[in-house]
C-alpha cells in the first residue's frame, strides 16, 4: 500500500531527527529546514507524504478528552505527538481542560477560573462519557507531565484564553521540573499569550493557532518568534496554495482535526506537515502495520 510505504519511510526519518531535537504535537507549523521549526519537527513536507500525527486531547479510543487514560492511550500508540489544553484554577492550579466551564465533561459548574483545585478535584471527569469512565478526575498538569516524561513522547500544550507573563511561568516552571522543556511546544490562538511565553520561557517552542491564515506567514509567526501555525481543514481546502505559502516562509503547517479516511488521504495530498486527530491509534492502523 503506498501510504503504508510513505508512512515507513516518515517514521524513519522522524526518529532519526528526534532523537536528539524538539518535538511538537498537534497541529503546528514547521520553521525552515535549517531553522527551529525543521529542528523541532524534522523536515517540510512533500504532498503525498504522511506527517505528523498528534492524539488531540488524547485519544478517544482511550477515555474521555484530557484526562489521564486518553493521554496514556496516545503515548502508547504510534502518534508523536499529544496535545492537551491547559487553564488555571482560581487558586492558579494548572489543569487539563478545553471549555471555559466545567459543566460539559464534568458533574460541575460554572467558569473553571471560578473553581479552586480542591474542588475540581473532586469532580467526576468520566460519566458524561460512560459509566464504564466514572470517577475519572481533572489532571493536574504535573500528572500528565508525569506520564509524558518516561514515554519520550512530545505535547503540545494549549494555553487556553489569555494569559500573562506570571501566569506562563506557573506552566513552564512545571516543564522544566519534569525537564521536559525540549519536548513541549505551547499553542495559543492568543497572540499577547505566545509573547509572554517568548519572553519569560524562551527555551520552549510555540506555535499559533489561527483558523485562517491571511497575508504574510512569516509576518504573522514574527509577532511571537513561533516555528509554527496551526490552522484548519477548510480553511486550507479552500485556498491549498497557503500550504506552499507557509512553507516558503520557512513554516511549518498542521490541521486540525481530521477524523475520517478522507481528510487524512485529503491532507497528505496537500502535503501538510501534521495531522491532528480524535483518534490517533486508528489512522495509525490506517497507515498500515508499518506505522506501529
Known sequence: M???????RFAAQLLAVISGALSLAIV????????PAATTFSTLRAPGEVGY???HRGDAEGGPENTL???????????????TD?????DGVPILMHDWTL???????????????????????????????AGIRVPHLTEFLGILQPSGKHAIIELKGSWTAEQVIIVSNLVHDWDLQQRVVF????????????QVAPSIQRVIISREVNGDPQALAGTCGAIGIVTSMSFV????????????AGLGVMLYTLNDEGTWSEAITLGVDGIITDTPAELGRWAGPESE
Not at 459548574?109 to 458524561?128: I, K, Y
Not at 481546502?237 to 516558503?248: F, L, S, Y
Open 69 to 83: 487514560p486518553a493521554l496514556q492511550a496516545v503515548l502508547e500508540s504510534s502518534a508523536e505527538f499529544v496535545e
Open 28 to 35: 503546528i507549523v514547521l520553521a525552515p529546514q535549517t531553522g
Open 187 to 198: 499553542a495559543s490562538f492568543d497572540v499577547k499569550t505566545l509573547q509572554a511565553a517568548q
Open 237 to 248: 481546502q479552500r485556498n491549498p496554495e497557503v500550504v506552499d505559502r507557509i512553507h516558503t
Open 53 to 55: 500525527v498528534a492524539g
Open 86 to 90: 491547559v487553564q488555571l484554577t482560581a
Open 103 to 133: 459543566d460539559r465533561t464534568t458533574d460541575g459548574t460554572g467558569p473553571v477560573w471560578a473553581s479552586t483545585w480542591e474542588q475540581v478535584r473532586e469532580l467526576d471527569a468520566g460519566s458524561w462519557v460512560s459509566p464504564d469512565f
Open 2 to 8: 503506498a501510504t503504508a510505504h510513505r508512512w515507513r
